[in-house]
């Protein structure tokens, strides 16, 4: 006991203003810059903390994080932050994937092992694919823990990973010089996954994200139960997650958009591991809205998954109006009695916010809609009671008369 209070004792401390502590009391993961007494600057970004509020009680430890987030909590007991916190809080991720039937499953064999603030680690996305795990640290206080990080993902999985890929260039935006995505450990070559016994390649290399948006999983089954015999329309399409869902449920046809020409090639590939033989399926690599212009056919189900429209607060008003004119064009798309599957993923545009905008697109249409599903992230992609933010993706299908 004596030689781990000395441990922790190495953790610079910082305090909360008076009044200020009760956010954390709460265990919301996040202490905004304004809240502290001290200046969070005189830390090297990254550095891990110790946060006591005013009368030195002891309250969280996190990590520096310079910007309007100043201290993300990594944990509300006064502990070190060591291979053993990292294997421990894997393993908490762990069980609750293993619990919803994803590790092992024989008909699913990528999903995500790490949901930053959903898993308790602000910070970390992890996702598994096929047996490479793929990192992406978007702070630099979580790459700086990348060393146990990557000894946790192989004590924890074991022979399930035969590679890890740290891919975290894009998301540090320049925080760490010269930083490189790369392969830490194994040969992480990109290969073929199973999501639901269908088919996908993807490329975490150059791809969005991690290579493949694993949040539309349950969205994606939820409209191929829709598909058999209807013509559809995916908007925003990537590699064609949607678009090869409904063909290998029986739809009559398929049209895929994308802006990117390497999305759409991918987007074809996926779609001749699947069903090589279909003639029922096109895809064109152009603007969505170009696309609705140049198109007059009608379609039983139209799928509108854009990219985030806001990356913050000051671009929420900007990005509303982008989903009302989007969803606006979308409604006119849509067959009577045909279905729109809407959605944002932008996080500082609410589930409220964004069923108001849709609701405005709807009277601006002049046509009778009704929501039959509300739509959010699934279980592998896990919300934080504590921590509401965390649930940034929203849909909606709507039946349009």
Same mark, same amino acid.
């Given at each position: ?40 600057? /005189?830390?090297?970004? $990254? #550095?891990? !903390?110790?946060?006591?509020? %005013? @009368? ?5 430890? *996190?990590? +520096? ?88 993902? /192989?004590?924890?999985? $074991? #022979?399930? !990973?035969?590679?890890?890929? %740290? @891919? ?5 935006? *320049?925080? +760490? ?225």
């Amino acid at each position: 006991m004596l030689q781990l209070c000395a441990l922790m004792s190495h953790y610079p401390i910082i305090h909360l203003k008076s009044g200020k502590e009760k956010s954390l009391q709460r265990s919301h993961p996040w202490v905004f810059s304004g809240a502290l007494h001290e200046d969070f600057k /005189q830390f090297p970004e $990254g #550095s891990i !903390v110790r946060v006591l509020d %005013n @009368k030195n009680n002891y309250l969280a430890t *996190g990590y +520096i994080q310079y910007g309007s987030i100043a201290v993300r909590v990594l944990s509300f007991i006064d502990e070190i932050i060591d291979a053993d916190f990292w294997i421990k809080t894997f393993q908490n991720s762990f069980n609750l994937r293993e619990s919803i039937g994803l590790i092992d499953s024989k008909i699913t064999n990528c999903f995500r092992l790490i949901h930053g603030e959903g898993d308790g680690i602000p910070g970390l996305i992890v996702d598994f694919y096929n047996g490479v795990a793929v990192i992406q640290c978007h702070t630099s206080g979580i790459y700086y823990q990348l060393d146990l990080i990557q000894n946790a993902i /192989q004590t924890l999985l $074991g #022979s399930r !990973v035969d590679a890890i890929f %740290n @891919k975290s260039k894009e998301t540090l935006h *320049g925080a +760490i010089p010269d930083i490189e995505n790369s392969c830490l450990w194994g040969s992480a070559d990109n290969r073929i996954v199973l999501e639901n016994n269908i088919k996908f390649k993807v490329d975490w290399t150059t791809g969005q994200k991690t290579g493949f948006f694993l949040d539309q999983r349950d969205n994606r089954t939820l409209l191929g139960s829709y598909s058999k015999n209807k013509k559809v329309l995916n908007t925003f399409a990537y590699t064609g997650g949607f678009s090869v869902y409904a063909l290998m449920n029986g739809a009559s046809h398929v049209d895929s958009v994308d802006v990117s020409k390497t999305a759409i090639d991918l987007l074809k590939q996926n779609m001749d591991l699947n069903a090589p033989e279909s003639n029922n399926h096109q895809a064109e690599a152009k603007d969505t809205f170009v696309f609705f212009k140049e198109h007059e056919d009608l379609y039983d189900i139209l799928v509108l998954d854009p990219p985030a429209f806001a990356k913050n607060i000051g671009a929420r008003h900007n990005a509303l109006m982008g989903y009302k004119r989007l969803n606006m064009e979308g409604i006119k798309k849509v067959k009577k009695g045909g279905f729109l599957f809407t959605f944002s993923c932008s996080q500082v545009v609410d589930s409220l916010q964004f069923n108001q905008i849709i609701m405005s697109a709807a009277i601006e249409s002049k046509r009778k809609v009704k929501v039959i599903h509300r739509l959010t992230q699934p279980a592998d992609h896990p919300v934080n009671i504590f921590h509401p933010e965390g649930e940034y993706l929203k849909g909606l299908v709507l039946y349009i008369d």
